[in-house]
């Protein structure tokens, strides 16, 4: 994966400025400009405004008006001329206002020319102006920050100079067009550009020479050339539109309102009609490459170079969607080649196109890719060989589509809400989009999604675009004949002159005066939804938002809501069972309660009065107490100290601690070598399990069963080490006979089923958490998840019997706890960790119940060798009941073997254990075990205890 990464950030940080440098040399393109002389009022006001700081500027040097002219060039969208004279330093000046149809911002260019009598001209200019200067120029071509630094450095290079001289303005407007004509005819000549078949005043760049114009322009952007701007640091800012500005703007001689309203519908369409530039390409690309890292993020770590191939293919198609119906519905601005990535689609336009057309343009690029990536989906449940690659394309083409349906601006599904609705209801569109956002964020923090973190911060960003549409629409709605004309270019004169009469001409040529009035174009001859397009189109958007939504939340919610139905299944269960354990009706008096309690306490407490954690290991907090408590144990009732356990007055986890306490003061005598001892706390032992019980739940009646089994292994040690007379083996021997009775069903078919419910219980809240932490892609989680939820209906709507409910009343009716019938007379219903809770519940009765059947025949043994001067049986051998069998070894003993023929008698695993659809549980190791006898030497034991 660091791998993948390396290569791909490689591939973007050479690729993506060859990429740009491509595209800005693609739009290189050389006008040839022609000046026409016009009066200062046929500029309109805006110009004149921002430009007289300049103007001024310029002034402050000596340099006073002498020519206005209008540029026209195809590459202008607008343009001026200023030709100031400075008589004393007999210098020309030249000011330009350039917007360009490139797209790019105005800008303002200085240049000064100062004529020498050998017909040279020394010009400094503060931007690249050609790589092919006319012979007689002797030029400075680089960027200044101030019109003070430019002139003095022209200042310097003509100062002291006597050939200076001074031609009059019509000689030196001609000087202009010549230059203008050389520079035009060496670029031809150069080879590198020639002109195109439309017009010989354009000229395009040879492709041939496309490799060789790549490092200039990248030279050029680097050090600054290439940057025009329309201030200095040292010219003033522009004054304010002032409001009295109206259509007369030149006095009596001005401007009509026919005339005022013409011309503001000619620098519209030329300022609207701008193709992309350089920079609106290299936006777009941020954009892609935006998201393109977006998804790699998210979806594609472990592949990122696939993730890009895949989110670039599926954005082409996306745009794809859009520009078809375009085409079809004769939309204006849209390119007859479909080109992806170049914002074909944000050119279209066809302002008084219906309501359903719109429809149809907006949902046309998300709903196929969205079809398309459903059916993947849904193929490759079907179709388990379908390529990874593939179901990864249909999963990463649901999201981004899915992402683009969302209802906020500018997505496709926030267009068709704001088409359908919010147009006419512009003040619910912010209160909807911060909904919208607030639900979002808190969906990503139950789920701790970074996804849902991402869109909805996205979604917040709407706002303010909200803010600023919901002025466009009251501005549009005052209009009496909003709706009613179809004609552009009426509608336009209509806004303007509706301007011009309430004296609001200042607002043409305000900062992206153009744009607003496009907005406002579209919002007054947009045609008003039919009943029938919006109840279709909104049907259509909460249906295709729907379908991607409710699949989430299948995925997410489905195995939960399926796992909370049996958590509540086996609650029922539980109640089942719990009516007949054996209930609690001993009391305890006051005082016993008190002196309990204390006891507790001072096991609760640590040092200097400190809460003592309790860990699920009664051992690891038995040795730390041991000193405090042990001598007060050995004088405790442990009957009274089990009634308070079961009724709650100590903690849960205190009365294992107590019986921990006391097993290990056992073994610590028993390797002590202290047979009294031992011999007393042995019997004190057993008395204590036998009044522990009834377990109350399978980690009490597993921590019992491990205790009494290191009980039995140091009475076995003790026997064969001869230290146990006749007397002591009977009585150890009635006290094992005691325990070994059969086990009370009620107690341990509720043991059963109660360990089962708690374990789907976590297992439900474990499942809950996981859905958090669900993998971004989550097509690969998505059809194991929907198996396991088709599989769970089924057994809901099957009513089937969970196997540890079946098997417990078994027990209850055979009365034969820990056996595992070959058939149950019912379907039941069994998970694989209910299968493995079975085999381990059955199999630790199973190894306790053997256990103490050889620790009996041990003691036995014993007291038969006592008896009969130190001999054994002969060929002793003894079945056990449940598929075990007891054997005297003699050659290498002698000691006791117990073997476990389980396997041979029936399977180890039942058949309604194990479905053919689930995998087979384990049945655990074999219980085998050798007890030594007196004389044997030590044996390694074959299983654990």
Same mark, same amino acid.
């Given at each position: 994966?660091?791998?993948?990464?390396a290569?791909?950030?490689?591939?973007?940080?050479t690729?993506?400025p060859?990429?740009?440098a491509?595209?800005?040399v693609?739009?290189?393109?050389?006008?040839?400009?022609?000046? &026409?002389?016009?009066?200062?009022y046929?500029? =309109?006001?805006?110009?004149r405004?921002?430009?007289? +700081?300049?103007?001024n500027?310029?002034?402050?040097?000596?340099? @006073?008006?002498?020519?206005?002219?209008?540029l026209?060039?195809?590459?202008?969208?607008?343009?001026?001329?200023?030709?100031l004279?400075?008589e004393?330093?007999?210098?020309?000046?030249?000011?330009?206002r350039?917007v360009?149809?490139?797209g790019?911002?105005a800008?303002?260019?200085?240049?000064?020319?100062?004529?020498?009598?050998?017909?040279?001209?020394?010009?400094?200019?503060?931007?690249?102006?050609?790589?092919?200067p006319?012979?007689?120029?002797q030029?400075?071509q680089?960027?200044?920050?101030?019109?003070?630094s430019?002139?003095?450095?022209?200042?310097?290079?003509?100062?002291g100079?006597?050939?200076?001289?001074?031609? $009059?303005?019509?000689?030196?407007?001609?000087m202009?067009?010549?230059?203008e004509?050389?520079?035009?005819?060496?670029?031809?000549?150069?080879?590198?550009?020639?002109?195109?078949?439309?017009d +010989?005043d354009?000229?395009?760049?040879?492709f041939?020479?496309?490799?060789?114009?790549?490092?200039?322009?990248?030279?050029?952007?680097?050090t600054?050339r290439?940057?025009?701007?329309?201030?200095r640091?040292?010219?003033?800012?522009?004054t304010?539109?002032?409001?009295? %500005?109206?259509?007369?703007?030149? !006095?009596p001689?001005g401007?009509?309102?026919?005339?005022?309203?013409?011309?503001?519908?000619a620098?519209?369409r030329?300022?609207?009609?701008?193709?992309?530039?350089p920079?609106d390409?290299?936006?777009?690309?941020?954009?892609?490459?935006?998201t393109?890292?977006?998804?790699i993020?998210?979806?594609?770590?472990?592949?990122?170079?696939?993730?890009a191939?895949t989110?670039?293919?599926?954005?082409?198609? &996306?745009?794809?969607?859009?520009?078809?119906?375009?085409?079809?519905?004769?939309?204006?601005?849209v390119?007859?080649?479909f080109?992806?990535?170049?914002?074909?689609?944000?050119?279209?336009?066809?302002? /008084?196109? $219906?309501?359903?057309?719109q429809?149809?343009?907006?949902?046309?690029? $998300?709903?196929?890719?969205?079809?398309?990536g459903?059916a993947m989906?849904? &193929?490759? *449940?079907?179709?388990?060989?379908?390529p990874?690659?593939?179901?990864?394309?249909?999963?990463?083409?649901?999201?981004l589509n899915?992402?683009?349906?969302?209802?906020?601006?500018?997505?496709?599904?926030?267009?068709?809400?704001?088409?359908?609705?919010?147009?006419?209801?512009?003040m619910?569109?912010?209160?909807?989009?911060?909904?919208?956002s607030?639900?979002?964020?808190?969906?990503?923090?139950?789920?701790?999604?970074?996804?849902l973190?991402?869109?909805?911060?996205?979604?917040?960003?709407?706002?303010?675009?909200d803010?600023?549409?919901?002025?466009v629409v009251?501005?549009?709605?005052?209009?009496?004949?909003?709706?009613?004309?179809?004609? %552009?270019?009426?509608?336009?004169?209509?806004i303007?002159?509706?301007?011009r009469?309430?004296?609001?001409?200042?607002?043409?040529?305000?900062?992206?005066w &153009?744009?607003?009035?496009e907005?406002?174009?579209?919002?007054?001859?947009?045609?008003? #939804?039919?009943?029938?397009?919006?109840?279709a189109?909104?049907?259509?958007?909460?249906?295709?938002?729907?379908?991607?939504?409710?699949?989430?939340?299948g995925?997410?919610?489905?195995?939960?809501?399926s796992?909370? !139905?049996?958590?509540?299944?086996?609650a029922?269960?539980?109640?089942?069972?719990?009516k007949?354990?054996?209930?609690?009706? @001993?009391?305890?008096?006051?005082?016993?309660?008190?002196?309990?309690?204390?006891?507790?306490?001072?096991?609760?407490?640590?040092p200097?009065?400190?809460?003592?954690?309790?860990?699920?290991?009664?051992s690891?907090t038995?040795a730390?107490?041991?000193p405090v408590?042990?001598k007060?144990l050995?004088?405790?009732?442990?009957n009274?100290?089990?009634i308070?356990?079961?009724?709650?007055?100590?903690?849960?986890?205190?009365l294992p601690?107590?019986v921990e306490?006391?097993?290990?003061?056992l073994?610590?005598?028993?390797?002590?070598?202290?047979?009294?001892?031992?011999?007393?706390?042995a019997? %004190?032992m057993l008395?204590?399990?036998?009044?522990?019980?009834?377990a109350?739940?399978l980690?009490? @009646?597993?921590?019992?069963?491990?205790?009494?089994?290191r009980?039995?292994s140091v009475v076995?040690?003790?026997?064969s080490?001869?230290?146990?007379e006749v007397d002591?083996?009977?009585?150890?021997?009635?006290?094992?006979s005691?325990?070994?009775?059969?086990?009370? $069903?009620e107690?341990e078919?509720?043991?059963?089923?109660?360990a089962?419910?708690?374990?789907?219980?976590?297992?439900?809240?474990?499942?809950?958490a996981a859905q958090?932490?669900?993998?971004?892609?989550?097509?690969r989680?998505?059809?194991?998840?929907?198996?396991?939820?088709?599989?769970?209906?089924?057994?809901q709507?099957?009513k089937l019997?969970?196997a540890?409910?079946?098997l417990?009343?078994?027990?209850k009716?055979?009365?034969?706890?820990?056996?595992?019938? =070959?058939?149950?007379g019912?379907?039941?219903?069994v998970?694989?960790?209910?299968?493995?809770?079975?085999?381990?519940?059955?199999? !630790?009765?199973?190894?306790?119940?053997?256990?103490?059947?050889?620790?009996?025949?041990?003691?036995r043994?014993?007291?038969?060798?006592q008896k009969?001067?130190?001999?054994?049986?002969?060929?002793?051998k /003894?079945?056990? #009941?449940?598929?075990?069998?007891?054997?005297?070894?003699?050659d290498?003993?002698?000691?006791?073997?117990?073997?476990?023929?389980?396997?041979?008698?029936?399977g180890?695993?039942?058949m309604?254990?194990?479905?053919?659809?689930?995998?087979?549980?384990?049945?655990g190791?074999?219980?085998d075990?050798?007890?030594r006898l *007196?004389?044997?030497?030590?044996?390694p034991?074959?299983?654990s205890?």
């Amino acid at each position: 994966m660091s791998f993948g990464f390396a290569l791909l950030a490689l591939v973007f940080a050479t690729g993506l400025p060859l990429f740009c440098a491509f595209i800005a040399v693609a739009n290189v393109r050389r006008y040839r400009v022609k000046a &026409h002389p016009c009066d200062s009022y046929q500029v =309109p006001p805006d110009v004149r405004r921002r430009m007289a +700081p300049w103007l001024n500027r310029m002034g402050h040097f000596g340099f @006073r008006q002498v020519q206005l002219s209008r540029l026209e060039s195809a590459g202008y969208a607008e343009a001026h001329r200023w030709i100031l004279l400075n008589e004393e330093e007999r210098t020309y000046a030249t000011l330009e206002r350039t917007v360009p149809v490139s797209g790019a911002g105005a800008s303002v260019s200085l240049t000064m020319f100062t004529a020498l009598r050998d017909g040279t001209l020394v010009v400094t200019a503060d931007r690249r102006i050609t790589h092919h200067p006319p012979a007689w120029w002797q030029d400075v071509q680089r960027f200044f920050g101030t019109v003070t630094s430019q002139w003095k450095l022209h200042y310097s290079r003509v100062r002291g100079d006597k050939e200076r001289v001074l031609p $009059p303005i019509e000689k030196f407007t001609g000087m202009l067009e010549a230059d203008e004509q050389a520079r035009h005819e060496a670029q031809v000549k150069g080879g590198e550009f020639v002109p195109t078949r439309q017009d +010989p005043d354009i000229l395009r760049l040879r492709f041939a020479r496309l490799p060789s114009r790549v490092m200039p322009l990248l030279a050029d952007f680097f050090t600054g050339r290439s940057f025009r701007s329309a201030t200095r640091r040292d010219v003033a800012a522009p004054t304010k539109a002032r409001v009295d %500005e109206n259509e007369r703007v030149g !006095g009596p001689i001005g401007l009509s309102v026919n005339q005022a309203v013409e011309q503001d519908l000619a620098r519209y369409r030329a300022l609207i009609a701008v193709r992309s530039s350089p920079l609106d390409h290299l936006r777009r690309i941020v954009v892609l490459l935006g998201t393109v890292a977006f998804f790699i993020a998210i979806f594609g770590r472990d592949q990122p170079l696939q993730t890009a191939l895949t989110v670039l293919v599926l954005a082409a198609l &996306h745009e794809a969607g859009h520009w078809v119906p375009m085409k079809l519905f004769r939309y204006k601005g849209v390119p007859p080649v479909f080109i992806p990535f170049t914002g074909a689609t944000e050119r279209g336009r066809k302002l /008084h196109a $219906p309501a359903w057309q719109q429809l149809v343009v907006l949902l046309g690029g $998300p709903l196929p890719g969205l079809i398309a990536g459903l059916a993947m989906l849904a &193929h490759g *449940y079907f179709e388990p060989s379908t390529p990874r690659w593939l179901l990864d394309a249909a999963g990463m083409a649901v999201a981004l589509n899915a992402l683009h349906l969302l209802p906020v601006l500018p997505m496709d599904g926030g267009k068709v809400i704001d088409l359908l609705v919010f147009r006419d209801m512009p003040m619910l569109r912010p209160f909807f989009t911060v909904t919208a956002s607030l639900s979002a964020f808190a969906a990503a923090l139950v789920l701790k999604s970074r996804v849902l973190r991402y869109i909805a911060a996205a979604m917040f960003g709407g706002v303010l675009w909200d803010m600023r549409t919901i002025q466009v629409v009251r501005g549009a709605r005052k209009l009496p004949w909003a709706g009613e004309v179809n004609d %552009e270019s009426e509608a336009l004169r209509r806004i303007f002159r509706g301007m011009r009469e309430e004296g609001q001409g200042a607002f043409i040529g305000s900062e992206g005066w &153009h744009k607003k009035i496009e907005a406002l174009l579209m919002e007054v001859m947009r045609k008003r #939804p039919a009943f029938i397009t919006r109840f279709a189109g909104g049907t259509l958007l909460a249906v295709s938002g729907a379908i991607p939504a409710l699949l989430m939340v299948g995925v997410l919610l489905g195995p939960v809501l399926s796992d909370a !139905g049996r958590v509540v299944r086996n609650a029922e269960h539980v109640i089942e069972f719990r009516k007949t354990f054996p209930k609690e009706t @001993r009391q305890l008096s006051a005082e016993d309660q008190a002196t309990l309690i204390a006891l507790a306490t001072e096991t609760e407490t640590g040092p200097e009065q400190s809460v003592r954690p309790l860990t699920d290991e009664p051992s690891e907090t038995a040795a730390d107490v041991l000193p405090v408590i042990a001598k007060r144990l050995d004088q405790l009732d442990w009957n009274k100290a089990n009634i308070a356990s079961r009724s709650n007055l100590i903690g849960a986890r205190v009365l294992p601690i107590w019986v921990e306490v006391q097993c290990l003061q056992l073994e610590r005598s028993a390797t002590a070598g202290n047979r009294a001892e031992t011999l007393e706390r042995a019997e %004190e032992m057993l008395g204590i399990l036998a009044a522990a019980e009834p377990a109350t739940s399978l980690e009490r @009646r597993q921590l019992l069963s491990s205790i009494e089994l290191r009980v039995l292994s140091v009475v076995e040690r003790e026997a064969s080490a001869g230290r146990l007379e006749v007397d002591d083996l009977d009585r150890l021997d009635t006290r094992i006979s005691a325990r070994n009775t059969a086990p009370d $069903p009620e107690v341990e078919s509720l043991l059963l089923v109660a360990a089962w419910a708690e374990r789907s219980r976590l297992s439900a809240i474990a499942d809950a958490a996981a859905q958090a932490s669900l993998d971004p892609r989550f097509w690969r989680d998505l059809y194991p998840r929907i198996r396991v939820v088709r599989r769970l209906l089924t057994e809901q709507n099957a009513k089937l019997v969970p196997a540890s409910v079946a098997l417990a009343r078994h027990w209850k009716t055979s009365r034969r706890v820990g056996e595992l019938p =070959p058939q149950l007379g019912m379907k039941v219903a069994v998970d694989p960790g209910e299968a493995s809770l079975i085999l381990g519940f059955c199999e !630790g009765h199973r190894r306790l119940s053997w256990r103490r059947i050889v620790t009996l025949s041990a003691l036995r043994m014993e007291s038969f060798r006592q008896k009969n001067n130190g001999n054994f049986p002969k060929n002793w051998k /003894h079945s056990v #009941p449940g598929g075990a069998e007891l054997k005297l070894v003699l050659d290498s003993g002698p000691f006791i073997r117990l073997t476990d023929r389980l396997d041979q008698i029936q399977g180890s695993v039942p058949m309604w254990l194990t479905p053919p659809s689930l995998p087979l549980p384990r049945s655990g190791p074999t219980i085998d075990y050798d007890c030594r006898l *007196y004389g044997a030497p030590p044996l390694p034991e074959l299983s654990s205890h």
